[in-house]
C-alpha cells in the first residue's frame, strides 16, 4: 500500500499497548469504578502532558448512529484498521433498511427451502435493542416478511441480554416479541417462542471458553432439554423469584412445553437462522451445526437443516456458509503494515479477549500475518463468574508480557487486560473496583519494566463500561451491565520525553487515529488512507 513521508521521528522500540477494555473515562460519581478506586500509577499517567481522551462509540467506530455504543468487536477493528469502517450493525441496519437482505440468494434459497419442505424457520440470537450482537427489529423484519412469503411455521430460540441493556429488561423484550408473534399467527402462520436462556449460561460462548454454554443451548434448541415452562415470562419470572439478585444474562436455559412437549425443537429439513450479526459469540453454534467431525459435545442427533448466519462469522474458515450480510471487508490492517516493515510483533491477552488482539485487531482475518514476525498467547481464563475472580488473568498477562519483552525479539506488543469489560458486565461494583485496583498495579509493574528497556508505553481502551456500575431510580440503585457512551483515556509514557513532540487530538478523533500514532512513535511511514496520527512536533 502506498504510503505517505510525513511521520515523525520514532522512538526506539519497544513500543508497548496496553489496551484496558471497557474503561471509559465517565462521570465522577459513586457509580464509577474507575473513579472509586485507588489508582495512583493511572491517576499520574492520566494527569501528564501526554494524556487526552479519544471517542469509542457511535459513527467514529463505524456503528449507525452516535447514540449506539461502541464495544471491544468495533473498537479493535478501529484500532487495527487505521480507519472507519461500517461495522456489523450498520450493514445489518442498511440491509433491512433498504429491505436488500430479502432480495439475497441467501434469503431467497431460504424462503424456498421452508416452503419446498414445508418445514419450520427457526431463529437463534440475542432479544434485545442492545445492538451489540444484535438487534430485536432485525428479528422483527424478518419473522414479518417470511411470514408474507408464506412460511407457516416459526420458532424463536432467545438468548436473554441483561448485558448490553438494563440487567432486568428481559420480561419487556418478550412482551414486545409475544405481540409481534400474536400478530404473526393471526396471519395464519404459526410464530413461537420456543427456548430461551441467558446468554452467559446458553449458547453464546467464545473463543472456545465454556463449550458447556453451547451444549446447553443445543439441547435446548435441538433436543427440548431443559427446565420446562408454558412461556417464556414464566421461565424468567421464576427465575427471578428463586434468586432476587439474579440478572437476565445467567437465566437458565428453558423450553416452551405444551401438553408435555417441547414445541419447537429443531428438526431435519427446517431452517435455522442466526441473528446474530458480531461474531465472536455465534460461531461456535454455527460450528456445531454445520462441522461433520464435531468433537467438543455430544450432539445425539444433528439434524439436516439449511443454517444461515446474519453474517458470515469468519471468512477464513466460511463459517457459516451461508449468510444474510456481507461483513465489513478491512484491507491492509496495521499488522499486515507492521509486518511489511519486518517489525516483530507480540500480541497478548487471556481468552476472553484474546481474538480481539489477534482476530479483531487484524481486520476480521484467522491466523498470523507472518508467523515469521508474530508472537500471539493466550493466557486461558478461567471459567467462573467474572466477579468471584475480578483480578482474572491481570497478573499472569502482566508477566507473561514482560518475559517476552526481556527477550528483546520484539518492536511492537499489544496486550489487553480484559477485567473492567468482563467485570463491568456483572453489574457488581465492588468487584469492578477491585479490578481496577489489580489493573492500576500490573500497569505499575510493566511501566517499571519498561523504564528500563527504554521502551514507550500508550495506555487506551476501546469503549466505556466500568465506569458505570448502576443507575439510580427513586432512591433504589439499578445495576449497569452494559457498556457506555463515554470518552477513553490515551496516554503516553514515554522516560525519554522531553517535549519534542506534542500530543494533538482535534475534536472528534477516536480510535481510528490510534494506528498512524503507533506508526509515529515506531518511525515508521503511515498508510496513506489511514486516520491521522495524534503526534506533532514541537
Avoid at 493511572?42 to 459513527?59: E, I, M, N
Wanted: proline share 5%; charged share 20%; aromatic share 8%.
Amino acid at each position: 500500500m502506498p504510503s505517505n513521508n510525513d511521520s515523525s521521528s520514532g522512538r526506539s522500540g519497544p513500543l508497548l499497548l496496553l489496551i484496558l477494555d471497557g474503561v471509559g473515562l465517565g462521570d465522577s460519581t459513586p457509580a464509577n469504578a474507575f473513579f472509586q478506586a485507588k489508582t495512583p500509577t493511572l491517576d499520574r499517567v492520566f494527569s501528564g502532558p501526554l494524556f487526552g481522551q479519544l471517542k469509542a462509540h457511535g459513527k467514529a467506530v463505524g456503528m449507525p448512529s452516535d447514540a449506539d455504543m461502541g464495544n471491544s468487536e468495533v473498537g479493535h477493528n478501529a484500532l487495527g484498521a487505521g480507519r472507519v469502517f461500517d461495522q456489523g450493525a450498520s450493514l445489518v441496519k442498511k440491509a433491512f433498511d433498504s429491505m436488500d437482505v430479502f432480495t439475497s440468494p441467501t434469503y431467497k434459497k431460504l424462503r424456498l427451502h421452508c416452503r419446498e419442505n414445508v418445514s419450520t424457520l427457526h431463529t437463534i440470537g440475542l432479544l434485545s435493542d442492545g445492538n451489540v450482537h444484535s438487534h430485536i427489529d432485525h428479528l422483527f423484519a424478518l419473522t414479518q416478511q417470511a411470514c408474507k412469503d408464506g412460511i407457516r411455521r416459526i420458532r424463536c430460540h432467545i438468548l436473554l441480554d441483561g448485558r448490553d441493556v438494563a440487567g432486568r429488561s428481559a420480561l419487556g423484550y418478550i412482551d414486545s416479541l409475544e405481540s409481534h408473534l400474536a400478530v404473526l399467527r393471526d396471519q395464519g402462520c404459526d410464530a413461537r417462542i420456543a427456548s430461551g436462556g441467558g446468554r452467559m449460561t446458553t449458547t453464546m460462548d467464545r473463543y472456545n471458553a465454556e463449550w458447556d454454554m453451547v451444549e446447553r443451548g443445543w439441547r435446548a434448541q435441538v433436543l427440548g432439554e431443559a427446565d420446562p415452562y408454558p412461556n417464556a415470562s414464566a421461565a424468567v419470572q421464576s427465575a427471578y423469584d428463586l434468586d432476587v439478585e439474579l440478572i437476565d444474562q445467567y437465566i437458565p436455559p428453558f423450553t416452551i412445553v405444551s401438553e408435555g412437549e417441547a414445541i419447537g425443537c429443531i428438526e431435519d429439513g427446517d431452517a435455522v437462522v442466526m441473528m446474530n450479526f458480531r461474531g465472536d459469540r455465534a460461531i461456535e453454534l454455527s460450528q456445531a451445526f454445520e462441522e461433520d467431525e464435531f468433537t467438543r459435545f455430544e450432539r445425539y442427533k444433528r439434524p439436516n437443516v439449511l443454517y444461515v448466519g446474519m453474517m458470515q462469522y469468519d471468512g477464513d474458515t466460511r463459517c457459516p456458509r451461508h449468510f444474510l450480510v456481507s461483513p465489513p471487508k478491512i484491507d491492509y490492517p496495521l499488522g499486515e503494515h507492521f509486518c511489511a516493515h519486518s517489525l516483530r510483533t507480540l500480541a497478548i491477552s487471556e481468552t476472553q479477549k484474546y481474538g480481539h488482539v489477534t482476530y479483531f485487531w487484524n481486520g476480521n482475518r484467522s491466523g498470523y500475518m507472518d508467523k515469521s514476525l508474530e508472537t500471539y498467547i493466550e493466557i486461558p481464563s478461567d471459567t467462573l463468574p467474572f466477579d468471584h475472580a475480578p483480578a482474572m488473568k491481570a497478573k499472569e498477562i502482566a508477566q507473561e508480557t514482560l518475559r517476552q519483552l526481556k527477550t528483546g525479539k520484539f518492536d511492537f506488543a499489544r496486550v489487553n487486560f480484559p477485567n473492567g469489560d468482563m467485570v463491568g458486565h456483572t453489574g457488581n461494583l465492588e468487584a469492578a473496583i477491585l479490578a481496577m485496583e489489580t489493573i492500576d498495579q500490573q500497569v505499575a509493574y510493566l511501566l517499571e519494566a519498561m523504564n528500563t528497556l527504554g521502551g514507550v508505553t500508550v495506555i487506551l481502551a476501546d469503549h466505556g463500561n466500568c465506569d458505570l456500575m448502576y443507575t439510580e431510580n427513586k432512591g433504589i440503585q439499578i445495576p449497569h451491565t452494559a457498556h457506555t457512551l463515554a470518552p477513553v483515556p490515551f496516554a503516553i509514557v514515554d522516560p525519554l520525553y522531553q517535549g519534542d513532540y506534542a500530543l494533538n487530538i482535534p475534536e472528534g478523533a477516536g480510535l481510528a487515529n490510534v494506528a498512524a500514532t503507533l506508526c509515529q512513535l515506531l518511525g515508521i511511514a503511515v498508510p496513506r488512507d489511514y486516520e491521522p496520527g495524534l503526534l506533532g512536533m514541537k
